[in-house]
């Protein structure tokens, strides 16, 4: 039985946290559908206002792309894919990811490093279990633990993403005044070890629309001019927790840490591939480190109005019953696309292994 979330979080720092074991528990699957509510309850958002973790601490990680077999014998061995893109994003169908062995899993980190974004097709994986899940995510580095979002009831780990006729976060965040609803971001930016291959798995969707959109950011990088990229090198910028948090507040949620605000670099290096990505995105980048007001906000600007207008390094990832995306934080930037219908749902999940510190580029 899994351990209430008192036990859990007032008793487990960060790192003992990722050394505990998974235990087991097995879901009724014959109360997982409802007629007219999720297909899979157990994973309804939940919100504990009195719910509170631990500061985040720093924890060593090595990535597991580091370890893989560039040729990706387990990976590619029963596998079928079709790349989207020159640039970025990959479709694979004829692996499960549930079956990869440790050496399967390394090379899937390697995998989603180079291509930035690998959407997996008719997989298990919504239907193995949460602890299951959890071990899965945890070969990837500790599962960051969202201070305002709605996760499982006892699973902090889990990030839950829901929009129906009721309840529309994204909107109620942006509010009524926005032409769009479009906003790339690297999830949790803020964080000091910040995130690195991420899982994504589908529950209910819309019968079309609720798409994601990825970008690469290396690519994002490599369209600078050499002596721009000189400029960017060497450069920190902010990345704030507080809007966040201060948007749960107003609302009467939770806000389960207090919000921190992190320096990394403009440009990182990925520590798996060598490659050089840009590293700000419009949700949580607010400002350059030493430049003043006016200067950082049109560096920013200019930056965030490349990433956005770059649609020949951008993709569509699509969904499908069993669909799971796996991507990158490090290298991309992605964005929801509320565009269908309030009358249907869309419910899904995202694990969050972080990652390292992040690595400055150097000219």
Do not use: C
Not at 61 to 86: C, E
Not at 162 to 189: K, L, M
Not at 339 to 351: E, G, I, M, T
């Amino acid at each position: 039985m899994a351990p209430s979330v008192t036990e859990t979080l007032t008793t487990q720092s960060p790192a003992e946290a990722l050394a505990q074991p998974v235990g087991s528990v097995h879901l009724n699957r014959e109360h997982q559908k409802q007629e007219d509510g999720p297909s899979y309850p157990f994973y309804y958002p939940y919100w504990d206002v009195n719910e509170k973790f631990f500061p985040t601490e720093i924890f060593d990680f090595t990535d597991p792309g580091t370890r893989a077999d560039h040729a990706k014998p387990n990976l590619h061995a029963t596998a079928t894919v079709t790349h989207i893109s020159p640039y970025l994003g990959t479709e694979i169908s004829g692996v499960q990811i549930s079956s990869l062995t440790k050496e399967g899993l390394d090379e899937l980190a390697l995998y989603a490093a180079e291509r930035k974004v690998l959407i997996f097709r008719d997989q298990d994986f919504k239907d193995i279990g949460p602890d299951r899940q959890i071990e899965i995510a945890r070969h990837f580095g500790l599962i960051q633990r969202h201070p305002t979002s709605g996760n499982v009831k006892g699973y902090p780990e889990f990030h839950v993403v829901y929009r129906d006729a009721d309840h529309d976060p994204i909107r109620e965040y942006f509010g009524d005044d926005r032409i769009n609803q479009t906003s790339w971001h690297s999830d949790v930016s803020y964080e000091k070890q910040t995130p690195g291959t991420t899982f994504f798995f589908i529950l209910d969707q819309p019968p079309n629309g609720g798409d994601t959109l990825f970008l690469s950011q290396v690519e994002a990088y490599n369209r600078l001019s050499p002596e721009f990229k000189k400029r960017l090198e060497g450069l920190r910028a902010v990345h704030s927790a507080v809007p966040q948090a201060e948007h749960s507040r107003k609302r009467g949620g939770p806000v389960r840490r207090e919000p921190i605000e992190t320096e990394h670099p403009v440009v990182r290096v990925h520590p798996a591939t060598g490659e050089k990505a840009l590293y700000v995105n419009q949700g949580f980048t607010k400002r350059i480190v030493g430049f003043k007001t006016e200067e950082s906000e049109y560096l920013l600007k200019f930056l965030f109005d490349h990433i956005a207008k770059g649609a020949d390094f951008q993709i569509r990832a699509t969904y499908q019953p069993g669909t799971v995306v796996v991507w990158d934080n490090r290298v991309t930037a992605h964005s929801a696309t509320p565009d269908f219908d309030k009358s249907f749902r869309r419910h899904a999940v995202r694990l969050t292994p972080q990652a390292e510190v992040p690595i400055p580029a150097t000219a």
